[in-house]
């Protein structure tokens, strides 16, 4: 997700915020289709790597929103739920797929 980050934030500054959003969000959503049809170890590694990329993507392109949008303590405000939404996403996911995992398979996670 880190070299994503790398990638996506300055392309984002000259391409535009939408088009590389939506590239990002359609990227990881087909790979996330394909990870769950995946047949072996080998396709499920670079079929994730690429999903934290089109992850990656909309983690970056938001705080960019961000500063395009809003100033000053707004700015702070915003920023600040967002990184509350993103720090409790990986604490609560886990709980959620290991219910997930009690009814269903793993290919169900994705």
């Known amino acids: 997700m880190g070299l994503g980050q790398m990638l996506f934030g300055p392309l984002s500054d000259r391409l535009g915020r939408r088009p590389l959003l939506l590239a990002g969000i359609i990227l990881y959503v087909l790979t996330s289709a394909l990870c769950a ?10 079929l994730r790597l690429l999903q934290a990329l089109g992850g990656s993507a909309a983690a970056v392109i938001a705080r960019a929103m ?12 915003v920023l600040s739920l ?19 995992l009690v009814w269903f398979q793993w290919r169900a996670i994705f």
């Open 82 to 100: 967002i990184m509350l939404v993103m720090g409790a996403a990986p604490l609560i996911a886990p709980f959620i797929g290991g219910y997930v």
């Open 66 to 77: 961000v500063r395009d949008f809003f100033s000053g303590d707004e700015a702070a405000r």
């Open 37 to 46: 049809m995946s047949t072996g170890i080998e396709m499920l590694i670079g």
